[in-house]
């Protein structure tokens, strides 16, 4: 028979309880107080899984880049919505947060299903970053009257590959596709930006464990993903989920910094603007990989030119990791700058122009 244990037999796990209450904190700042008890219920209770603790305590790397807490809630909320503990599962439903005896249970009952999300990369096609993507695209779009190709590194499922099917409201700037059932509209503080609506040709991702939108398991994967908190990006998810599967999505497997060596080894297209986007991806990037994606970035913007131009869009944490810089940086002149400050999921955009 399962174990019924008893709180007064848990105890912390020191080594590496600060990095789960440090999600914890980061989850409640941004209005996710479920989510936020069920990390702190994991903080006091992760000994019950012996193979989740033992992944934590071992891990070779810093276990915040890797975002083993938010894997952990995942694996979790993927627990709640498969129902295998009916508490969780009706905890999870109701946004309960005296949730702490039901996360004790499933770290328990499921410490080697957890073990098995904690193994695994992140996946978090989050769709509304794609509205700061398409606001650089406007600049970059103004710069350069050419159609844009997209090459686009960590693209999980290739929701964002296909942000043209989206509908935007930027600051009071309409773009996307008008008539798209999903619209994008973060909240917006700055002056609106300036430029005009990118035309996408192409767009191609590359991820090391793609995710397919037409397989069930997958898609699972991404709503667990999704904090249980936020119902609104789980129907924005739900919704690009059905716009993508009626496209095309030019998504591969590999490494990226491989793929895109070899991307831009092909000669550029005159009259088009190739463009290579990333959001989230870096922190999980080692400084070698960094080297080499700056190294021929700069060797191929050094052959770009006004008819063939290379840009590079990030939407990444800054140095510091205290907040989050969207940044555009074009080829021939190298410059780089960054045009906002984000929320982390896309939720708002503190737009600072273009000089």
Not at 99 to 113: F, I, P, S, T
Not at 137 to 166: K, M, T
Not at 305 to 318: G, Q
Not at 333 to 347: E, F, I, K, M, T
Request: glycine share 6%; aromatic share 8%; proline share 6%.
């Amino acid at each position: 028979m399962e174990p019924s244990p008893s709180f007064s037999q848990f105890s912390p796990c020191d080594p590496f309880t600060d990095v789960i209450e440090a999600q914890a904190s980061f989850l409640r700042s941004h209005h996710a107080p479920f989510s936020a008890m069920v990390m702190e219920a994991v903080a006091t209770h992760i000994g019950l899984a012996t193979q989740c603790a033992a992944i934590f305590a071992t891990w070779p790397g810093d276990r915040r880049a890797a975002a083993l807490p938010l894997r952990l809630l995942a694996g979790l909320h993927h627990v709640a919505r498969a129902g295998v503990v009916p508490e969780l599962s009706s905890a999870f439903a109701s946004l309960d947060i005296d949730c702490e005896a039901a996360v004790a249970k499933a770290l328990v009952r499921c410490d080697a299903m957890l073990a098995g999300w904690l193994s695994s990369p992140t996946q978090t096609n989050e769709v509304a970053r794609s509205a700061a993507t398409m606001a650089a695209l406007r600049v970059l779009a103004g710069r350069f009257d050419r159609p844009i190709a997209l090459f686009e590194l960590g693209a999980s499922a290739g929701l964002n590959l296909v942000l043209d099917a989206y509908a935007f409201d930027l600051g009071g700037v309409q773009g996307g596709d008008p008539a798209s059932p999903l619209e994008l509209k973060p909240a917006w503080d700055g002056p609106a930006p300036v430029g005009a609506q990118p035309r996408i040709v192409r767009a191609q991702g590359i991820d090391q464990d793609p995710l397919d939108i037409r397989s069930a398991a997958d898609c699972e994967r991404l709503f667990a993903y999704v904090w249980p908190d936020r119902r609104d990006r789980l129907w924005i998810l739900r919704q690009a989920i059905g716009l993508a599967r009626n496209r095309r999505v030019d998504l591969q497997r590999g490494d990226a910094v491989t793929w895109l060596c070899d991307q831009l080894k092909a000669p550029a297209d005159v009259g088009v603007t190739r463009c290579i986007v990333h959001t989230m991806f870096e922190q999980y990037l080692g400084p070698a990989d960094k080297a080499r994606i700056a190294a021929v970035l700069d060797s191929t913007g050094a052959k770009a030119t006004s008819d063939a131009p290379l840009a590079r869009i990030s939407f990444e944490w800054d140095a510091s990791r205290t907040r989050v810089e969207l940044a555009l940086t074009v080829w021939p002149d190298g410059v780089r700058q960054v045009l906002a400050h984000c929320h982390p999921y896309g939720a708002w955009i503190r737009w600072l122009g273009t000089r």
